[in-house]
């Protein structure tokens, strides 16, 4: 999962449209308004320009105004695809540096490592027993993965939309930040909540999916299919550490089209607009305002401007991560300190769903 990011509180927020076009998403909460918010990453290296602009800038929005927030590095998610133990270790480590250096604050929020916390295994045990296998094969991801791997996926990659259900519940967060392609996996989380709640007695508040703002940032070389790590088009996809010579480069080579003119149309013209969207995204800049400023110049020139606010963008990013990379030590006392926070949560609610069942 590029990216796996996983935050009803009672009643019903309206929802805003967002930059792109596409599924509405729920507008940012009030001040005061969230009791609790979840949310993951895989640590599958480094995160790219997507990762970023599509989750890990709201997470740290997110802690800054709300609380408590819980972000976890979700290490079970990513061994459903074949993982070298050595590798695997360092992407860990190198996706704590990441987060850090975007601006997650331990002291703010709850930063910790999946796997250390092992209720998330015994609760998606229990329901995993409540939901039934044709739901979890109509889901969209699996078909899709399951069709690119010629139907000859891990089980992991069936059931872990159920593992991400328990991640939610079981620190009873209330509210989500996602993707668009994790909706569909949000309501499966949204109805075992209830089932569960049907079943044992009101327990699980029914969590609210928020959508980002930015929605899905566009491979540069296929701007149909978004942006992603494992891509083999190296070309495709910027990468926060990407230097200023690979991020130019990457820009340069960004399929458009055959008109010169910046305009801003993503459903005739999705290679200048995702060009747009980025460059909107990384200065803070309404996308019609980054149109005004483009006129005259051809999506040639255009290109080299958006690669300079990115560089821009993720330079002090980048000199953070290298310092950080240095000291494993730090970033280990960070996985282990909240990794316990993470556990003071999960242990009760974990014992009071054991009760309920009936282990107890």
């Known amino acids: 999962m590029a990216l796996y990011s996983i935050w009803k509180a009672r009643g019903s927020w309206r929802f805003i449209r967002a930059l792109h076009k596409g599924p509405e998403a729920a507008p940012a909460p009030q001040k005061g308004a969230v009791k ?110 399951t069709a690119k791997q010629k139907h ?73 299919a978004k942006m992603s790590k494992s891509d083999p088009d190296k070309l495709a996809t910027v990468r926060i550490t990407d230097s200023p010579e690979e991020i130019v480069q990457k820009f340069r080579k960004a399929v458009t089209d055959f008109t010169s003119e910046v305009t801003y149309d993503p459903a005739s013209r999705a290679g200048v607009s995702n060009l747009i969207a980025i460059h909107s995204a990384v200065t803070g800049l309404p996308v019609e305002e980054v149109v005004r400023g483009s006129a005259g110049m051809d999506t040639a020139r255009y290109k080299l401007v958006v690669a ?27 996985l282990q300190a909240g990794s316990a926070k993470a556990k003071e949560l999960a242990y009760p609610v974990c014992r009071d769903v054991k009760e309920l069942v009936g282990f107890r």
């Open 308 to 334: 300079e606010a990115v560089i821009e963008k993720f330079a002090p990013i980048k000199r953070e991560i290298e310092k950080l990379k240095m000291d494993k030590g730090h970033l280990q006392k960070v």
């Open 152 to 224: 000859d996926g891990a089980v992991g990659l069936l059931m872990y939309p159920v593992l991400q259900a328990a991640d939610v519940l079981l620190y009873k967060s209330t509210h989500v930040p996602v993707g668009e392609d994790q909706v569909q996996h949000m309501e499966l989380v949204q109805d075992l909540a209830r089932g569960f709640n049907k079943k044992y007695g009101e327990f699980f508040p029914v969590p609210t999916s928020i959508l980002t703002s930015m929605k899905k940032v566009k491979s540069l070389r296929d701007p149909s």
């Open 36 to 145: 609790r918010v979840f949310s993951g990453i895989q640590p599958t290296g480094i995160p790219h320009l997507g990762n970023y602009l599509g989750a890990i800038e709201s997470w740290v929005r997110l802690q800054d105004d709300h609380g408590p927030v819980l972000y976890s590095i979700v290490d079970l998610h990513s061994i459903t695809v074949p993982q070298d133990p050595a590798g695997l270790r360092q992407s860990i480590l190198d996706v704590t540096a990441a987060l850090l250096a975007c601006g997650i604050n331990p002291e703010k929020s709850i930063l910790f490592q999946q796997s250390q916390v092992s209720e998330h295994t015994q609760l998606s045990w229990i329901l995993t027993c409540m939901v039934r296998l044709p739901r979890l094969q109509h889901l969209h991801q699996w078909k899709a993965k």
